[in-house]
């Protein structure tokens, strides 16, 4: 129903920046928190960034003063900025959107994005 296509990730030294988009698409009633969890293999995924359709925002505490997280509501895209990168920020980026859905009646659900790999060189 819905679906969701990551772009931007890739190599970047320490201390670089990289900013990730993700585009929504498909048919949903309203998509109502758009963001980002991280994973590397043998570990749980982690919150990196949300926000809200109205613009509220939440970070993981280490994210927090080096990634920015936007979101352009008209376009269903949401972007994560990344600065200062560490070597602990390699991982997999994964986009996700909590989406209003009409099927069997009107319902939430998660949908998830392909992910896109972040490789930070030290």
């Known amino acids: 129903q819905v679906q969701l296509v990551e772009s931007g990730g890739g190599l970047v030294q320490a201390g670089g920046s990289l900013r990730l988009s993700c585009a929504a698409s498909g048919r949903f009633v309203s998509i109502n928190v758009m963001g980002w969890y991280r994973q590397n293999p043998g570990k749980q995924r982690e919150l990196v960034a949300g926000i809200t359709v109205g613009g509220s925002t939440n970070y993981a505490d280490s994210m927090k003063g080096r990634f920015t997280i936007s979101r352009d509501n008209a376009k269903n895209l949401v972007y994560l900025q990344m600065n200062n990168l560490e070597s602990e920020d390699t991982a997999v980026y994964y986009c996700?959107?909590?989406?209003?859905?009409?099927?069997?009646?009107?319902?939430?659900?998660?949908?998830w994005g392909q992910g896109t790999q972040v490789t930070v060189s030290s």
């Open positions: 996700y959107a909590d989406c209003t859905v009409v099927g069997n009646g009107r319902y939430e659900a998660r949908f």
